[in-house]
């Protein structure tokens, strides 16, 4: 094998855990609600399995724009308070089209 074919491998591998990683760092609120759902008595298959999940992913993506938020705008005005958690809302609205296609899927 040439260095060039093993560094390509090496860059697919490190990209595969880099997606793994991300996805479950969006993620991981829907799979600890439907675990929830399951331990306290819910089928497999379930709406209300699904339903915790997502409830629980909702909330996780509504908080993290106001937590950017209360970072940038602490001892900031109003006005840049809100600046600032636009500008978080901007960085998680591509997770949030993401849970919303991924909420469409199941």
């Given at each position: 094998m040439s260095r060039t074919s093993k560094d390509s491998h090496g860059a697919v591998l490190a990209f595969v855990v880099l997606a793994a990683v991300a996805f479950g760092a969006v993620f991981w609120p829907y799979f600890l609600g439907t675990w929830l759902a399951v331990q306290f008595g819910a089928a497999m298959d379930s709406g209300v399995r699904s339903a915790a999940g997502w409830a629980l992913e909702i909330l996780y993506l509504a908080a993290v724009p106001l937590l950017v938020a209360v970072h940038k705008g602490l001892d900031l005005?109003?006005?840049?308070?809100?600046?600032?958690?636009?500008?978080?809302?901007?960085?998680?609205?591509?997770?949030?089209a993401l849970a919303v296609v991924a909420a469409a899927l199941t």
């Open positions: 005005s109003r006005r840049r308070f809100l600046d600032a958690f636009a500008t978080g809302l901007g960085v998680t609205g591509s997770v949030v």
